[in-house]
């Protein structure tokens, strides 16, 4: 039981840091910035190390506090700390973009547009239908969007952590 309940402690533990730095690039990388600029691409970089290397050291806690972990547990571990933490930075995005900042997603499709236009792929109609429909789905896919890559940055930080961590000499 005690077992149980360090499991679920690290979960949340480190779920909860995930949704704080999270929402706190949120903050400092604003929504609107230019994805040219190079210091939102560092910050991309450094946002990535950071939510794989939270699973990582959940699991290097879990078992500094003396549990067995094996691959499994650990790649468990990682998914559901990347789950609750990408649901918690979701629902922060879903109420920034839907009431605290909805201009923010103006800025945010005229940014695509741009980056859009530079291609030379689009007509001006395609272009406005694409920014219609990307517009219309722009604040539910926030949270769909923090969710799956919280599940893929737990599930890849979780099999690091395992195969870093693993307990010698157990038989699973």
Do not use: C
């Not at 360090?6 to 706190?24: D, E, H, P, Q, R």
């Not at 972990?69 to 700390?81: D, E, S």
């Not at 609750?84 to 547009?113: C, H, K, T």
């Amino acid at each position: 039981m005690e077992n149980q309940k360090s499991f679920k402690s690290t979960v949340w533990t480190f779920a909860a840091l995930y949704a704080i730095l999270g929402i706190l690039f949120m903050l400092i990388k604003s929504p609107t910035a230019d994805p040219k600029n190079p210091t939102s691409v560092v910050l991309g970089f450094v946002s990535l190390f950071i939510f794989i290397g939270l699973p990582v050291l959940a699991v290097w806690y879990y078992r500094k506090q003396g549990n067995t972990v094996t691959l499994g547990k650990a790649v468990k571990l990682g998914v559901f700390i990347g789950l609750l933490g990408g649901l918690f930075v979701g629902i922060y995005a879903y109420i920034y973009f839907a009431y605290i900042n909805p201009a923010a997603i103006d800025q945010v499709m005229e940014i695509s547009r741009s980056v859009l236009e530079e291609t030379g792929k689009f007509t001006d109609e395609m272009l406005d239908k694409q920014m219609e429909i990307t517009k219309k789905f722009f604040v539910p896919m926030q949270l769909v969007g923090q969710l799956f890559s919280g599940l893929l940055y737990g599930v890849i930080g979780g099999l690091l952590g395992g195969l870093f961590f693993k307990t010698p000499n157990e038989d699973y």
